[in-house]
């Protein structure tokens, strides 16, 4: 009965579908979820898209999940030393969202992309491979989404390595030798902004994965996080249960969302078939996240 119980206060907040770089329907995605998994809530966060507009319920009392709608927001932070940095930040909305409030802070980035993925091109040329837009585009998802998990595939899929992580790694991730900041091709709305919309919609904002940005020091993470506590006040979360994240970086982040009064969420950032959904409970930081937004509610009233 315990084992069951454990089982049920599993969450993932931060799950990709094939709306973006993800490889699992939407449907394939609440399938494994509920029958395989035996989650309780999740989130579906598609990069810059929401795949679903409202929240709904699936399977029986005695195995049932909550499926969100949620979206992975790309930003733009700006450091004390004018230092730029593409962050990411969750938006989760357990009462729906129109995806069409957030429409003119996605669409100046179809533009940039296409100016990103032609840099990251040539600085592959210059190291002797070759790809063409093209084939590139050939690779885009049906809702337009295009990234670098696409032109990693493509690079496998041509033999340049064994797998996604590798070529990332590599060639065009945020730990490559060669890696291009996308804030200087594409115009992402300020973190500031887009944490302002976010709550403005009744969603609750979670700083994604503050140990994944490119060449952070340590002082850059805590201020990153000490200015998104700032901006969201008492609404907002941590990704501290990030499942790449090994026990002592968990730790750590847990110290810090304690610090800094940030409500902890639980993260897989699954994103191929192989991979796993979140391992950790976290439903008592749902119902924490509840409890937020609506004395937030209470307060803007």
Aim: net charge negative; aromatic share 12%; charged share 25%.
């Amino acid at each position: 009965m315990r084992t069951k119980q454990l089982l049920n206060e599993r969450t993932d907040f931060h799950i990709h579908s094939c709306n973006s770089d993800g490889e699992n329907s939407v449907k394939e995605i609440v399938e494994l979820a509920l029958n395989r998994e035996h989650l309780r809530v999740i989130a579906l966060t598609d990069h810059n898209y929401f795949a679903i507009s409202s929240k709904y319920i699936v399977g029986t009392n005695g195995n049932f999940l909550e499926v969100l709608p949620g979206c992975e927001f790309s930003t733009t932070f700006t450091f004390p030393s004018g230092k730029k940095e593409e962050i990411h930040v969750i938006g989760i909305f357990p009462k729906g969202v129109a995806p069409e409030a957030f429409a003119d802070l996605f669409s100046s980035i179809d533009e940039g992309k296409q100016k990103y993925v032609k840099a990251i091109l040539e600085s592959l040329h210059n190291l002797g491979i070759d790809l063409s837009m093209e084939e590139v585009m050939a690779e885009k998802r049906s809702t337009g989404y295009i990234g670098r998990f696409h032109i990693a595939s493509l690079m496998v899929k041509l033999g340049y390595g064994k797998t996604v992580e590798e070529i990332m790694d590599r060639y065009i991730g945020n730990y490559s030798p060669y890696y291009i900041p996308a804030t200087n091709y594409i115009p992402y709305a300020s973190l500031e902004t887009v944490v302002e919309r976010i709550q403005s919609q009744s969603g609750f904002p979670i700083l994604a994965h503050p140990y994944s940005y490119h060449a952070l020091t340590e002082k850059e993470i805590i201020t990153l996080i000490s200015s998104f506590k700032e901006q969201t006040g008492d609404t907002g979360g941590l990704e501290v249960y990030y499942l790449e994240y090994t026990k002592e970086q968990q730790e750590s982040l847990r110290k810090l969302a304690k610090e800094y009064d940030l409500v902890p969420s639980v993260a897989s950032d699954r994103h191929r078939k192989e991979q796993p959904f979140s391992s950790y409970g976290g439903y008592s930081f749902y119902k924490e996240m509840l409890v937020r937004l609506g004395n937030r509610k209470q307060e803007v009233k």
